[in-house]
């Protein structure tokens, strides 16, 4: 009886066969096929929706400032850093000692030729002059009679000899004391401006110590280096430009004047002067001058602003704006096409476009940095850059 039991729950339970396994695995596959295909249906569909969404919301096209590159004739210099220096400039001191008796000037005045500017202490060489005018008088007179008495015969020749080595002698001091004296008169040797007064009333002063410096200002030199290579272009007369800092909106134009054969062997520059004239003193002597020579101008150049040009790494370019049709309300519509260039000389803003760019050809001149290359743009004129104005030549 006890063993019926187990028997009867075996017979109860249906045995597996391996169809049913099989068909199981098989769901089991179809399953996960569906669910990885409607994942990839899911994320194909993302993908869509996404880059629909963001070609909606594509940003507008950037605003840029364009000109039309052109030909023009381009100036051409030889630059170079120098010295402003006066043409006539000296230390004003006497030529003999004495002391100072009468001051004539004030520190800063103009003055000519020839004026009066210091009296030295010469009472004694006056004293002088009266003694030897005296003696001049009493030789003439004893030059006189012996003249008589020799065409008399009643004198000698050797008597009126020495009477006239007696009014030889008191006219060559009154020379000697007449030169003196004007030397103790201390004059201004040519007209100028003077300096800061170095003398007091009163004060001794020995041959060479200074007075005051004069200074003519109607015509000044300016002394600067240029490169070796830069002596074949180099002619007397030729226009040159000046710019100072004290004067940063203005140039002064002149003439080379010198040039110094021979090359510096340390620098491999040589030296060259010019002469500037100063009319209003503006030019000051000791001013650092920018200086350049002007050369014949490069003819029939294509230029373009300088903010037109992008630096970057890869060299040097230029966006290139180009219309590419219109929208629907008529707009023509632009793309900025990047262009590498090779440039040339910068003069007063422009540059020079040596490869890469072709007359007539609309460029970015400002906004530039906003867009790549292929992008959409729109002409802004509002935000054109402006150009520093060409300083004004005299």
Not at 91 to 114: L, Y
Not at 337 to 343: G, P
Not at 347 to 358: C, H, I, P, T, Y
Request: glycine residues 8%; positive net charge.
């Amino acid at each position: 009886m006890t063993d019926a039991l187990p028997r009867r729950a075996e017979r109860s339970r249906k045995p597996r066969t391996r169809g049913r396994l099989i068909f199981r695995l098989i769901l089991v596959i179809v399953l996960m096929g569906a669910v990885g295909f409607g994942l990839y249906a899911f994320q194909n569909f993302k993908t869509v929706m996404i880059g629909q969404i963001m070609s909606k919301m594509a940003p507008p096209p950037a605003p840029v400032a364009a000109v039309t590159a052109k030909l023009q004739d381009m100036p051409r210099y030889l630059e170079g850093i120098g010295t402003i220096m006066a043409v006539k400039q000296v230390t004003v001191a006497p030529e003999v000692a004495g002391r100072v008796t009468q001051i004539m000037f004030e520190a800063g005045q103009t003055v000519k030729a020839g004026d009066p500017l210091v009296q030295i202490y010469d009472a004694p060489d006056r004293a002088d002059l009266v003694n030897y005018e005296a003696q001049e008088r009493l030789a003439q007179v004893n030059l006189g009679r012996a003249r008589t008495l020799a065409q008399k015969e009643f004198g000698s020749k050797q008597a009126e000899d020495q009477a006239q080595m007696a009014l030889d002698q008191a006219r060559a001091g009154i020379a000697h004391t007449n030169a003196v004296i004007v030397q103790k008169l201390v004059r201004a040797p040519f007209a100028g401006e003077l300096g800061i007064r170095q003398v007091n009333l009163g004060q001794y002063l020995n041959p060479g110590n200074p007075i005051a410096t004069l200074t003519d200002l109607d015509t000044m030199y300016v002394d600067f280096t240029l490169p070796e290579q830069a002596s074949a272009k180099l002619k007397i007369g030729q226009e040159i430009d000046v710019a100072v800092d004290a004067f940063p909106n203005r140039t002064f134009a002149g003439k080379l004047t010198t040039v110094e054969p021979q090359i510096d062997p340390q620098t491999r520059a040589i030296k060259v002067e010019a002469t500037i004239p100063n009319a209003d003193h503006a030019l000051r002597p000791g001013m650092f001058a920018n200086a350049r020579v002007v050369l014949p101008p490069q003819h029939d150049v294509v230029t373009v602003p300088e903010t037109a040009i992008e630096y970057t790494p890869y060299g040097t370019s230029v966006y290139i704006i180009k219309p590419v049709g219109k929208d629907d309300k008529e707009h023509v519509k632009y793309i900025a096409t990047q262009s590498f260039v090779k440039l040339g000389e910068r003069r007063d803003g422009n540059v020079a476009v040596l490869e890469g760019l072709k007359p007539g050809e609309m460029v970015a001149s400002s906004g530039q940095l906003k867009i790549i290359n292929g992008a959409p743009v729109r002409l802004s004129p509002t935000r054109q850059l402006k150009q520093p104005p060409v300083p004004p030549r005299d």
